[in-house]
DNA sequence: AACGATACCGCAAACGTTTGCGGTAATTAT
DNA sequence: ATAATTACCGCAAACGTTTGCGGTATCGTT
């Protein structure tokens, strides 16, 4: 609904100016007189003029909107991407419009069309665990718009990245719990469909090898929630007693199956070592605390919309797409 | 820049009709006739044709767009009542322009200029700590915007309110503590210019005046972050001979008092029961699990979206502001 | 005095969409 | 045959902003 917000053209008729020479007055344009610039822009001041980010966005090609899309917001390392995001953004003078997935392709898709339909500027993408098929970021792409992956990335389409090194983060963390003499180390794995699921497991995988310890299928679990814990509780304390170590593929799915263990009479880490990936605020709070993999969700939210913002600001300049790829540290704590 | 999109001119150039015709026969307009508007629909769909939101947005007046201004979006409550407020949204087809304001009054104030630039349609807003000043507010009021306020509340603006019963929660969780045992509660408490600040205090003065134990001014401190909680550690540790319980005025208040304090000998809850309010993740991942008051940040969220679409898509119904309150649960668990 | 240059402002088109209302041809009623 | 009505489409203005370019008055040079 109207508002009555003044506009430029508002401004001109109680200044009996034209339109055009408002415009130009409050850009201090050298056309327009000195005496003339300051009679408007006083007026401008004192009637709290803002100029309609709408008409200034259709009339420019430019909206100064960056459209996001995560999986789910309230999972921290979602939650701490957009913080990060959100702090370069705004200092940059750029809002967001974010939208989240709920891993469901369907919902990913219309998200993408309506933050296109909005004229965004550019596009930040963790795709969803049940994306399978890529036609809608292809059509965003061929649109010339910036596109950067972020976290969950897709292959099939040519764009910046910003990532974690999955593969090196699980290498460290199975390195030492082999280290701290753990034979059979049970890997809770995500989809292998996801770059870092693969990526997890392959680092897992290459430890065990570069301590020539054979990999055995059946301590491999798809199993990447704490939901996921639950549905396989009986299979997780069936291989309990065999195992001397648990690398899950996140924090939550850790912390989840530390507690199943401990609930059945295991002590962690002297029966089982248990570590994670992600370092939430959660492996703090876990008794014992969690030993897992840092990641850094707030540099890459960070990093991601840098990018984003190089490309927006500089149309021009050729420049072949990166990936950028945050190193994994190791969080030593008292769970393995 | 421009990306080759299509629009109704270039519908209406291909084939020899006017934008006119082919913005109505897109609406299947009577004026219309049958067989011009299978054309143009049909030549529509073939070139992926979507409505520029930014020129509608302008002719409508209406962008079908929330501006929402949160603290901090990393904080899991605030996250879950952005999942909420989202996953309503999105059935409604209204998208979110989500800002944080990092708890800085100035922030706060910039993002929410920035969101009435854009013409949000209406607005979803958690005050700042730091906010003892709400001209911007005002402003944003008297365009007629509607407003709802969220979990931290502005008192001097009259609009539409969704809340926690922080007193009946604070109330509910003191005389639990008094109930089982403990005459000596120390209430960690959150800034007093805040409502949720002064309601829970006042739940728990309540609590204690119902069963007839005086207030005590050195039972009181204001701590509502474990950064404060470090802060405080001092403070805390040589109050604890003397306590017997402790109310804080958050879960991550609690399990970092909690903590403190089983890392300097004080056994949870035999020697001092401790209790939360909020009901995040990690109360269930404390040893020993934390009893709190649960806060429904999901179905908030999704309440302020939802009375907030009702005002914007029923303009002319002049229905007073309300404040709807979300009782507070008591979530009995281990420590208290 | 005449001509050229400059200062200062406004016209009009454009971005993309919608819609009130008018024009014209065909159809229907008298 | 003529008048009235209707179907179907387009013109033009509007939402709010920007900007290329032209008009006019004033000033400076010859």
Redesign the pocket.
Known sequence: M?HN?T???DIARAL?????????A??DHP??????RARVQAFARSVNY???A???G????RSFTLGIILPEIVHHFFSTIISGIEDLAYSKGYRLMICQSNEEFERERINLQALLDHRVDGLLISMSKNTFEFDHFKHAVEHGLPLVFLDRVCKDIETDRVVTDDFQGAHLVTTHLIRTGRQRILHLAAPQHLAIGRKRLQGYSEALADHNIGLSDELILQCDTPTQVLANREKILSLAPTIDGIFAVNDFTAIAVMQLLQENGFVVPADIAVAGFGDDPIALIARPKLTTVEQKGYDMGKEAVRMLIERLENPDKEKGFETKTFSATLKLRESA
Do not use: F, H
């Open positions: 109207k917000i506009s430029i053209n009996g100016v034209s339109a055009s020479t408002v415009s130009r409050l850009k056309d327009i007189s000195r005496e003339t803002r100029p309609n709408l008409a200034l259709l009339k420019q090609q």
